[in-house]
């Protein structure tokens, strides 16, 4: 079970998570109308009353373009204000997960985002390890990650997981822990809801943007801080069987952080991952904020007294 925060933002104030609900006629539910954004916040290891959250900024710059690709506005300002008030009223001490969703609210039937009513909303919910940190199996699916001439793929458009989904599960009933996705030109995108990494020979490698991947946060950390650390960096298409042969191979996301890849179909991949497990130290550092040089990463929230 799901333990959930007290309270939610819902229709421009913070209420109690029972009492947010939304209409079952609601526009979104039927035809994925909406786009959502996921952070993480974790209390500070030297002051429990602070919040950290990791690169917020980037989180509400990302959601705000997922709202223009609905040709629908909802600015930066607006989602981190929303986020600080609602941290305000929860005041939570454990790490959470942090779910912001822009919607179509209203109640018609027809399919379009035209003419059309829009909300926006965030809940949030405790979390530890969304996948095992001691790594993960993984299958390739038979389910094709879509095109972004289909659809708007920079974007977290809630309509586009129904493939995540059934690869997930297709993943899990089959032995496995999670989905890895072929784009239409054959090559690996991205798991179902992570991006992918793997090492050759030293060097760092990831399908790129025009892989029709989700421009990940987590995922472009970690190149920013590849590159700073000395690696050796490329962002090209990736074959399957390359992450058969590869040194390394994880994956990278708001809830997995960064985790291993320990076996893909029937290959066990190697239990040494220096190269990952530098960069997820680093990365551990600075979420906790411990890294002074990378500072502007994190928000800190100071929760105040009533």
């Known amino acids: 079970m799901h333990q959930f925060l007290p309270y939610a933002w819902f229709q421009g104030a913070c209420v109690p998570f029972e009492e947010a609900k ?33 690169r917020a900024d980037r989180h509400a710059k990302r959601l705000s373009q997922s709202a223009r690709l609905l040709l629908t506005e909802l600015s930066e300002t607006r989602i981190l204000s929303a986020l600080e008030a609602m941290l305000q009223a929860n005041r939570p001490t454990t790490p959470i997960y942090l779910r912001p969703f822009v919607y179509t609210s209203d109640l018609g039937i027809a399919p379009r985002l035209h003419n059309i009513e829009t909300d926006f909303l965030i809940y949030g919910l405790e979390l530890g390890d969304y996948l095992s940190p001691e790594g993960v199996s993984c299958r390739i699916s038979s389910f094709t990650r879509q095109e972004d001439r289909s659809l708007p793929l920079r974007g977290k458009i809630s309509g586009a997981y129904i493939t995540s989904s059934l690869a997930k599960t297709e993943a899990v009933l089959s032995g496995f822990g999670e989905a890895l996705l072929l784009n239409s030109r054959g090559k690996i995108s991205e798991a179902s809801g992570m991006n992918l990494f793997l090492v050759r020979d030293g060097q760092l490698i990831t399908p790129g943007v025009d892989q029709d991947i989700l421009e990940g946060i ?83 929230i100071c929760m105040t007294n009533d």
């Open 22 to 54: 939304i209409s079952v006629a609601t526009h979104a539910l039927h035809y994925g109308t909406g786009a959502f954004g996921g952070m993480r916040a974790i209390p500070d290891p030297q002051n429990s009353n602070t919040m950290l959250l990791f």
């Open 218 to 300: 987590t995922r472009s950390s970690v190149l920013e801080l590849a590159r700073v650390m000395g690696l050796s960096v490329i962002e090209r298409p990736v074959d399957k069987t390359e992450l058969f042969i590869a040194d390394e191979v994880f994956l990278t996301g708001t809830a997995a952080k960064i985790t291993p890849i320990r076996q893909i179909e029937s290959t066990i991949l190697a239990t040494e991952r220096p190269i990952m497990n530098a960069l997820r130290d680093r990365l551990i550092e600075i979420t906790q904020g411990r890294d002074k040089d990378y500072e502007h990463w994190i928000t800190r």
